[in-house]
C-alpha cells in the first residue's frame, strides 16, 4: 500500500479532522454490522452471486455450462486468499475490512486531482464510497465488483499522475502502470474495458503516430492473457449483449441522471455558481433530446423485473407506469449534453457508456461507484471543482446516497421489488 499512500499522503491524513475521522469510523462500522447482519442491498444478486460462484473459489478448473462466464481475475485472488485461511466467513471478512481502504484510495485521487481543495472536503466526499449499496454488498459477499473497483481506483490514479507530467513525448512510468492496472481492472470486472476505450483515446490525442503504436503494442502484451481466455471460453463475448438498444440508451442515462443529476441540482441551487442559458440553441437541444426520447420510450419493452435501476422501479411502485422513468432517461440526457459542452472528450466518454453497457439485465451496480469516480476524476468540467469546494454541497450528497442505502435496505428487507 506504500506505494499508493506516500509519507506526503500519510501526513496530509493526519490533518483531516476529528469530525471526519468520526464519521469514517462510523461508516467503517457500519459495514461490519452489514457483514454481521448479511446484508445485501444491491438488490438481492450479491448472495446468489456469491453462492453460485463459489465453487470457482474451491476450485478454479469447475466448469458449469449455465454459470456465467467472466475473466477469473477476482476468482483467482479469491481463491489464493481462501487457500491461507481456509475458512469461507474469514474470506468475507478480509474483504470488508479491505473495502475500509477503498475510500482512501479514492482519497488519495482526490487529492492527486484537486490538490488546492480543503483537504477535509476532499476526504469527507470520499466517505460516499462506503454508503452506496453495490460497493457494501460486494464486500460483504465478494464479488468480481469490489476487485475491480480497487484496481481501477489504482488505474485512475496512475492516470492522473500521468495527466500532471503533462510528457508526451515517452512512455513514462505512471502511463505503463495506468494501462497495467487498467487491464486488471478489464480481467476483473468486462465492463471496464469501456473506460479502457477511452484511455485509448486519449492516448491518441495526446501522443505522435510513433509512441501511440507503442502504447499498442504494450496494450496487446497486457491482452494476450484475454485472448487466450476467450478462445478457451468464447461464450464471454456474448454472454448478456442484447441487441435491442432503444432499452439500454434508455435504461443507461436513466442510471447516469440518478448518479449526477443531483450533483448538478446542488450546484444550480447552492452558491448560484451556476446557470443554465435557455437559449436558442440549448432550446433546440432539449427539443431534439424530448423527441429522442419519446421515440425510443416508444420501443421501450425491457423486462423490468430484472434490474433496471431503482428510478424504472420508483416509477412502476407508486405510478404504475415508466412516465417518471422517461424523464429520467431525458434529464440524463440533458446531463450529457451539459458534459459535452465542456469537452468533446467528455462526449466520447458518454457516448461509450451509453452504448457500451448493452445487456439483456442492466443493474444499478454496473454504474456503482463508476459513474461517481469518472465525473470526479475523468470527466473536464469545472462543476466538479466547484462541488468538492462547497462542504454544504457535498453533505447534501451525502444525505441523498445516505436515503438511496436506506431504501435499498428497506427493499432488502421487505423484497418489494418482487411485488412489482
Known sequence: MGLFFSKKFVRSFKEINRKNKILFSLLSVGLF??????????GGGSIVDFASTWPLVENLFYYD????????????????????????????????????????????CLREKYNHIDINNLFLFSLVLL???????????????????FFFLISLL????????????????????????????????????????????????????????????????????????IILYPKILAATFDSSLNNSVLVNSSMICFYLMPIYLISFLI??????????KNLVVIVMLLILTIILSSFFNYNYKMGGGLILKVSLFFFSNFYIFFL???????????????????????????????????????????????????????????????????????????????????????????TL
Not at 452558491?271 to 436558442?280: A, M
Request: glycine share 4%; proline share 2%.
Open 33 to 42: 454490522m452489514g457483514f454481521y447482519f448479511g446484508e445485501d442491498s444491491s
Open 65 to 108: 455450462a449455465n454459470l456465467e462466464i467472466k475473466f477469473p481475475l477476482h476468482y483467482y485472488i479469491a481463491s489464493l486468499i481462501y487457500y491461507i485461511v481456509g475458512d469461507k466467513e474469514i474470506l468475507r471478512l478480509i474483504y470488508v475490512s479491505i473495502t475500509i481502504f477503498v475510500p482512501l484510495l479514492f482519497y488519495r
Open 131 to 149: 454508503l452506496l449499496p453495490a460497493v457494501r454488498t460486494s464486500a460483504i459477499w465478494p464479488n468480481t465488483q469490489i476487485t475491480g473497483i
Open 158 to 229: 496512475f492516470f492522473l499522475k500521468w495527466e500532471n507530467e503533462k510528457n508526451y513525448l515517452k512512455i513514462s512510468k505512471n502511463l505503463i502502470f495506468t494501462l497495467l492496472f487498467m487491464s486488471l481492472t478489464v480481467y476483473t470486472r468486462q465492463i471496464y474495458a469501456i473506460i479502457f476505450m477511452y484511455f485509448v483515446w486519449i492516448f491518441f490525442q495526446r501522443f505522435n503516430l510513433k509512441i501511440f503504436l507503442k502504447i499498442c503494442f504494450l496494450i496487446s502484451i497486457f491482452s494476450v492473457p484475454g485472448f487466450v481466455y
Open 271 to 280: 452558491g448560484n455558481n451556476e446557470k443554465f442559458e435557455f437559449n436558442y
Open 328 to 418: 429520467s432517461s431525458f434529464l440524463g440526457f440533458l446531463t450529457i449534453y451539459y458534459l459535452s459542452k465542456n469537452s468533446f472528450n467528455n462526449l466520447v466518454l458518454s457516448l461509450l457508456i451509453i452504448f457500451g453497457i448493452s445487456a439483456i439485465i442492466i443493474f444499478h451496480k454496473y454504474f456503482e461507484p463508476m459513474m461517481i469516480l469518472l465525473f470526479f476524476l475523468i470527466y473536464k468540467t469545472e462543476i466538479s471543482r466547484k462541488f468538492l469546494e462547497n462542504k454544504k454541497k457535498i453533505i447534501l450528497y451525502l444525505f441523498f446516497i445516505f436515503f438511496y442505502l436506506i431504501a435499498a435496505l428497506i427493499n432488502d428487507y421487505y423484497n418489494l421489488n418482487l
